[in-house]
């Protein structure tokens, strides 16, 4: 029988989003009503945003162990510290098929029931250096452009009022 507590706890954020072309740290801790156990296990796994099969995506069991095959091979490494209830792992390169619902799940026996941690990842595209560098272009342009008319402006009525006050001594002059 399961007694109240007596299970693992399992701790991730709601939501991250991360840019494309990043590494991201996806934060799991977890909580345990019994000692941490030399069979503990942490199982991280991906469900995509078309709601296709689950992936594995990486697992620990006395040592982290990569997944062989899958979009997650050569990019996840283990960022935990079993001893500080961290069971985190660093996903490398992310990318738009990246998107979707991670899950992070620990057993520590005799604790095998629990929370599941699940956090849902949204990569969004960053801004291209020549995107960036456009737009400063632009608006440096516009700027620019600004303060040439304004001082062109103010000349010519600078110049205006010079000439009629000359106009006006004039005018006295040969009164």
Known sequence: ALWPGAAVEVHTSKEVNAVNGTNLRLKCTFSSSSPISQDLSVTWNFQPEDLSSHEPVFYYLKEPYKVPTGRFKERVTWDGN?????????????????????????NNPPDFYGT?????????????????????????????????????VIICRHRRKKAQEKRIEVADADL
């Open 82 to 106: 079993i001893e500080r209830n961290d069971a985190s792992i660093v996903i490398w390169n992310l990318q738009p098929t990246d998107n979707g619902t991670f899950t992070c799940q620990v």
């Open 116 to 152: 599941i941690g699940e956090v849902r990842l949204r990569v969004v595209q960053k801004v291209h250096f020549s995107e960036i560098h456009f737009l400063a272009v632009a608006i440096g342009s516009a700027c620019v452009l600004m303060i040439v008319v304004v001082t062109v």
